[in-house]
Structures are given as structure tokens and as C-alpha cells.
């Protein structure tokens, strides 16, 4: 034994999969399943893109620019990755259900583009069927409003205004970069669209043969009725320019863009502006290309309809090219239109709408909150990267090069693997996040419960033997160029709330409630025995790595004891960041909201146990450990203040600290420097943390509170107190008593769970309240009471920031309600369909 052990290299455990059942193989996610979910609006860091679920996969992507403006090129003002600093007054997608449809209303400036996602699957079509893109490009009111005033002063002049264009460019790639090729057809590199060409065609290894078409669209969208539905004149005579390249690897699809920059650079310089902005260049044109772009200049408004058909050479394509273009195309999206209107007015009905919130506009934000979430659900493949704990053997893995100077040999890469899950911000961090999953999920899981169980049986085979998952998943080169290097790294002993408990226990429920043998509970099942293994070992990880010194209590691992430059050492595993602990760092703290987490954790595993079938000691376990966790006994012993009647962290904790300037020693001669250090004017103490917000409501959100005791009553009444976290917009994280309340962490490290609402905690606190409202007791009535009262804050806030700003947002102030951070951010916030509809 011992020399086989020598044989076998050496794997750190921290990057070593867990040997269980694969999730995702599981039989309800084969072939069909696959074969309806292969395309998408994957591609979650882009205005519009679609991909395949595939490793290598087929893309298409989707940039604009306005080719009559010279600002174009020295503004770099091509729009393709969801960006901020485009400042877009509003994109967002207003319908998708999550597998066939979608609708994506992009507002820039003068020009408002609507791209509608439509996928069909009928007879004769290929491996993941066939699908259309609809772009309709016309002016917004303003820039209506430009293009009259232009008109009437050329009029004046007696000649003709110019009418505005917009360029589209579609491209398309297949990522076997080695060895594929596409056609490109017609070969001349421009002509005029006319009745539409066959742009590109090939064959890809997933898919089998497939051709791309791009036809003018109708020209009245938005109606289904055929005599309205002639061909869009100005896409017809529309110009088309072609481009094809043979890229190397996904790096040079990274750097498409400035590609496509230097290319309207150069043909401006050398064609001049007057044409208008070319991007066809035949320097950089390819032979045997694997990536071809399209750009297509017309005059607005005008309407494009992108089609993909499998099988072109099987004898129902054309039929099927023609189902999916022109005006059948637009029958097809008003019925799939109207059953996403059907369907969401089941799943979501919005009851109670509160008295000051406009019945119409809450409607139409719960839909594109929701379908935001769906519309931002990405695929993404590759790698994390992990740092290794202090001490580990170096490793690098058979085949790689050496070392670099200067590389820690303890930053490793964790497996390959695939992740299929919604990203919280299209525009500033496209990609999966763990907790915020298990919220993103509660939605999921009412929309299209195999879909959710889809995105989180992909988190649960990211788990590893030793039961961590990577908190921030930065996956593929895509995802990576979109990350500051001191983000990138994965800690294999840092937490992040086991959040996907929520819509697990959700799953559990509902196949407990529903009929036995009913397909969807059979699958339930299924699922939740593959799933149970993997969360044994999961809430094993939380309860050994995160134990506090004391047994009995937890503590979030990973927190910086040495800094000196944090007013408050953050605490990033917990998800609340910056959210103030102890002051300093140690191994006797204990925190209220993983303590709150583990109990929900124990209970969600006993009834997940009991429906997967788990054997019934195990069961009981876990249902002695939630009894205990979550007593009131043992709360009041560990986080409990009898004094203030608040729940709070415990640790060695001084309120007397401050951020000073000090001059820092440089050499002789050299400019004087300065820098903000943290001072403790009194020394640190063992002792309960005296700040409240969020971290102590987690006992109430988390249900722990006997209906009847005391301090129910307690945290309802300090809950809805003004100086504290009630505020007319939504309970703030923090409340404005506490030192640390706004306060910056770092000169540039602004407060961020300081005050701001979030949407998350407060949905846990409505989730909470309408539980002990609807519970007898004495305090039955104040929750009902709290419950009504903040549902119509958040509600009113939500709804009238989204109508006046065109996003959701990350966060709201809580002094004003104004939104804040980045957006749109359409994850958690997307709750606000939950609240809307009463659905916890
Ligand atoms: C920043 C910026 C171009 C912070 O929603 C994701 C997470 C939450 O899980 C967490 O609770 N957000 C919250 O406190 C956003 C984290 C973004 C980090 C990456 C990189 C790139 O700038």
C-alpha cells in the first residue's frame, strides 16, 4: 500500500473533488433536458450574447456604435460588455422566462434597442433546435425629439436632414478555436441586406451542421397582425459589412472589442468620417476564419431578425427558417409573450398592493426583476484560484511549467468544471457568488423548480473533499479579465453563509406538500438523495472549520488580527463585509448571524433528510442540533444583551478606536508621506459587541424566537425604531447609534454595510415577520403590524427608484432612499417579486 501511495501524486485536498455522485449527472438533467437548455442568453456580462451549455462552446455576441459620429472611435463608444461607465439610461430585460424567451429593452442615448430571444424547437431541427434574434433599433422620445428639431433647420435651409443610423454588429464563433472553421457567405466582403442572406455556416461538434441567416424584420414590431408586418425598408437596403478572423484562443475574444476599435480607427483615418464608421478592414480579415463579424448600418428605425437553423440541408429547414423570421416570428414572440404574462400572473399574483405604490408599475418591475435574474443567468467554465493555507507543500501539477520568479507556489488552480447560476450584476460582476445563489434560488425555485435545482446541483459538485466551496467564482478568461487581481483569490478556509439552505429547504417542502408520485416530487427526491451526501459533508465543514474556541458557538475564519489600516477588520466571509465585529480579530469571538445560519442550516438538513430518505438517527441529529443551536437558552448565554434586549456578537472588542495620520519614515530627500492608521485610544475588552443591526436580527429572521417570548416583543420593538434601523425605505444594516455607523473602513474603502439597505436581509426580515404573524401569540399583531408597514416601504422605494432611474440597484440609502452601487444589480434585489407577491 505504502508504494502505491508513492505512485499516486500528491492532490492538496483543498483542490481535490469530492468522490460522490456527480448532481448534474443526474438522469433528470440528460439528454432532453440538455438538449432544450443548450442555448442561451448565457453569456451574463454582455449586453446581449447567447451561448452554448458546452465546454468549447458556439457564440454569438452583440455590439452597437453609432457610425455618423466621430466621438465613436475617440470615446471608445462601442458598446458590447455590460459597462457602468457607458452610462446607458436603462437595459434591462423585461420578459424571459429562463429557457425560450426573452426581451431585452436597451435604452442608449438617443437610440433604443429591443432584442427579442426566441428559441424553437420543432421537427427535423438539430441537437439544441434552432433560434432567432430580433433586433429593433429605433429613437427614444428624445432622440425624436433631435430629429425633428434637425429636420425643421435643414428644412429652413432648403436641403435634406440626415437621418440617424445605427451599426449593429453581430458575431459569432465556434470556440474549438484549433480546429473549426466557418463559411462565410456571400464571399464579397459588402452588399446590401435586400430580402436577407445566409451570413455564415458550419459544423460544430455539439450541435452537428448549422447555417446563420440574417433577414430585415418586419416593419412594425410589437404587433402580430400580418398586415402591419411588411419588410423593414431601411434594413432591407441596409448595408452589410463582412470580417472574419482565425482567433487563437478565448484570450483574443477577450480583446475583441479594441480589435474592432483599431479596425474603425484605421478605416476612418484612411477613408475619412463622411461614409460613415467601417469596421470591414482587409488587413486584419482572415483566412479560414473561426470567428466572423457582421456589421450592418441602417437608417432608423429599422429591424433585424438573426436566425439559427440546425440541419440546414434537412428538408424542413426552410419552413423552419421562415417560422422563425418576419411575421411569424413576431406571432411566435406575442404568444410566448403572453404565456410568460400568463405564467407569472400564476406563480407571482401580486396581492395587497400597498395604498401609495401604483398597482400597473409594480406589475411590470416584479416582471423584470424576475426576469432579470432569469435573463442573467450565466454559464461559465474553468478554474478557480485558490491560495493554499500557510504551510501547505507547494504543488503544481504534472505538465505545467516551472515556477516563475516571484509566483507563490501556494496559489493553485481548484478543478475545471462548468457553473450554471444567475450573477448578481451584469455590469459589475458577472458571475456566480455562493450566497447570494440561495437567494437568487427562493425565485428560481417558484419560476422553474428543475432549472433551480439545475444552477444548484452546478454549486454543489464545485464542493471539495473537504467540504468548501469557493465563495466568488471567477471562471474562464471571460469572467477573469473582469476581476482586480487582489479579488482573484479563493480562501479554502473562509465561509460565506450557507444561504443555499434556503431554497433547498423550499425544494424539500414543496415535494413534502404536493402528491407522491406527482413527476415533479419524484424528481425532488431524486434530487435531494444525490444532493444529501455532498450537504453532509457541506454542514460538516461549517461545523468543525467554523466552531469558536467555545463549544457550542461559531465564528466566521479568516479575519485579519494583524491589520492596522481598517477602522474595523472586514469580514468578507460573511457576506456583510464591512459590517462592524469585534474590533480586534481573535479566536474567543462568536457571531450571532452564523450562529442563526447553522441553526437554519440543522434544520433544513433534518427535512431535507426526511425526504430524501435519509436513515432516521441521521435525521434526528440534525434535528437535536437545530433544537439546540437554535435555543433560546443557549442565544441568551452566547449573543444575548439583557440590558438593551439585543442579540450581538461577542470578542474582544474596544469602541474607543479612530484612524489617525501618520507621517511614514522615507529616505532622506524623499517627499514626505502619510498614511490613515487605526488608533485604539482604549484597550480591548472580552464582551458582548455593542452595535446594532442586521448581525442581530438574525435570530428574528431566522425564526429562532419563541412566539411567545420576550424577546420577540423586544426585537419587534427595537426594530421599528427610527433612530435605530427603521426608516421609510426598508430597515438600514446599521443603526445610526452605533460608532461605526457610515464610516469609512479605509481612506478609500467607503461604508457599504454601514447603513445601506439591502434587499436580501430585509426580505428575511418580511419572511420572518409574516411567520410570527401568522403564529398565535402575544405578539402576533406587532409583527403583522412591522410586516405590512415595511413590505409597502420597500415596495413603494423599489418600484419608484426602478421607474425613475430605469435599474434596480445594489443597495438604497437609507436616509433618502436613493439607490446606490452598482446596477443594474438584479440579484437579490430581484426579491422584490417574492415581496411583491407574498411569496416566503
Ligand atoms: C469587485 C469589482 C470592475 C458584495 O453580490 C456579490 C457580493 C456579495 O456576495 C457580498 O455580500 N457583493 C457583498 O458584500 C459584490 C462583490 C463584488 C466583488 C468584486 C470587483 C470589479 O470592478
Known sequence: YASYKALVPYVPPEITPLKAPRMKELQEFGSSYQNNMLWGSYRSGLYFGMRTRTARPLLLGMMWFDPTDAATV???????????????????????????YGRQEIADGDFQLTVQMVKHRSEGSGYGGDWAVRVSVALTAAGRAKQDAAKAAAE?????????????????ADAHWRSSELEMWPEQQQSKLGEGVQLLSGDNEDVGPWALHL?????QTGSSSSSSSSMSKSAASSKLQFLGMRLQDGQQLVQLKQLMLQALVQNAQRLGFENGLKLWLPDIAQPRPNLAAFQVTAAVPSCFDLVFVTQPEGNSAAQRLAA??????????????????????LTFPISNTPEDTDAAALQEVSKAALSNLLGSMGFFVGASKVKLPPGSKPYSPPGSPPPQPGQDPLVVDYWREALFTATPSRSFFPRGFLWDEGFHQLLVQRWDPQLSRDAIAHWLDLMNCQGWIPREQILGKEARTRVPAEFMLQHPSHANPPSLYL????????????????????????????????????????????????????????????????????????????????SHPSPEERHVDLHAWMALASSAMAEIGRVAGAPAKAVAKYAAAAEAIGSMQRLRELHYDAASGQFRDYG???????????????????????????????????????????????????????????????????????????????????????????????EHDAPYWRGQIWINLNYLTLRALKHYSSTAGPHQEAAAQAYADLRANLLRNLAGQYHSTGYLWEQYDDTDGRPKGSHPFTGWTALLTLIASEAF
Not at 76 to 89: C, F, P, T, V, Y
Not at 156 to 172: H, N, P, Q, T
Request: proline share 7%; hydrophobic share 40%.
Open 215 to 219: 433577414r430585415p424584420g418586419p416593419s
Open 156 to 172: 429652413a435651409e432648403g436641403r435634406k436632414a440626415a437621418k440617424r443610423k445605427l451599426s449593429l454588429v453581430f458575431y459569432f
Open 652 to 746: 474582544l472588542h474596544s469602541e474607543a478606536v479612530e484612524m489617525v495620520w501618520r507621517n511614514v519614515p522615507v529616505p532622506e530627500g524623499a517627499a514626505p508621506k502619510r498614511e490613515l492608521v487605526r488608533q485604539v485610544n482604549e484597550p480591548p475588552q472580552l464582551q458582548l459587541v455593542p452595535c446594532f443591526g442586521y448581525v442581530s436580527l438574525f435570530p428574528l429572521m431566522m425564526q429562532l424566537l419563541p412566539p411567545e417570548s420576550r424577546e420577540l416583543g423586544q426585537q419587534l420593538q427595537l426594530l421599528r425604531q427610527e433612530q435605530l434601523l427603521w426608516t421609510s425605505h426598508g430597515l438600514r444594516s446599521l443603526a445610526p447609534t452605533s460608532s461605526i455607523y457610515k464610516k469609512y473602513n479605509t
Open 324 to 345: 422563425l423570421s418576419g411575421a411569424s416570428l413576431s406571432r411566435l414572440a406575442a404568444e410566448r409573450e403572453s404565456l410568460f404574462d400568463e405564467r407569472f400572473a
Open 503 to 582: 431554497p433547498l429547504l423550499a425544494h424539500a417542502l414543496s415535494a413534502a406538500a404536493a402528491e407522491p408520485d406527482h413527476p415533479e416530487v419524484l424528481a425532488t427526491q431524486a434530487f435531494l438523495k444525490r444532493a444529501w451526501p455532498r450537504l453532509e459533508v457541506w454542514y460538516n465543514w461549517f461545523n468543525t472549520s467554523q466552531a469558536g474556541q467555545q463549544l457550542g458557538t461559531y465564528m466566521w475564519k479568516g479575519r485579519d488580527a494583524a491589520s492596522q489600516t481598517e477602522l474595523n477588520p472586514k469580514t468578507l466571509m460573511s457576506g456583510l463585509d464591512d459590517y462592524p465585529r469585534a
Open 74 to 100: 475617440h470615446q471608445e463608444a462601442i458598446r458590447h460588455e455590460a459597462q457602468q461607465g457607458d452610462k446607458l439610461s436603462s437595459y434591462g430585460w423585461v420578459r424571459h422566462d429562463g429557457r425560450s
